[in-house]
């Protein structure tokens, strides 16, 4: 089992970059691929990013593609998204998850942060 939790989200104006990251504690981080996912009000949560276990391989959705990079250090257990040019549309909650497998499938996530909002302001 691992326990997660995101920092790092705020109030911000269109434009600006944001650094989300998520601390991991309990069994080993580097044993799991890890995802961002985000949830706007009144809508479905969505994915936003994947990453394996070494950090090799990576996939975005396309609505972020381009403004986001997710990475992690598994020496500190730590998983990071840096989002670039912010618009008003990323504002959601962001929930950091690991998985057993890569994937983009939020029901393949078997662990999941509380979240952490983030407000764009136009």
């Known amino acids: 089992q691992v326990q997660l939790v995101e920092s790092g989200g705020g109030l911000v104006q269109a434009g600006v970059s944001l650094n989300l990251s998520c601390s991991a504690s309990?069994?080993?981080?580097?044993?799991?691929?890890m995802g961002w996912f985000r949830q706007a009000t009144g809508k479905e949560r969505e994915f936003v990013a994947a990453?394996?276990?070494?950090?090799?391989?990576?996939i975005y959705a396309d609505a972020v593609k381009g403004r986001v990079t997710i990475s992690r250090d598994n020496g500190n257990n730590l998983l990071r998204l840096r989002m670039n040019t912010l618009k008003p549309e990323d504002t959601a909650v962001y929930y950091c998850?690991?998985?057993?497998?890569?994937?983009?499938?939020?029901?393949?996530?078997?662990?999941w942060g509380q979240g952490t909002q983030v407000t764009v302001s136009s």
């Open positions: 990453i394996n276990w070494n950090g090799e391989t990576t």
């Open positions: 309990g069994r080993r981080f580097s044993s799991y691929s």
């Open positions: 998850a690991a998985a057993g497998k890569f994937s983009v499938l939020e029901y393949e996530y078997n662990y």
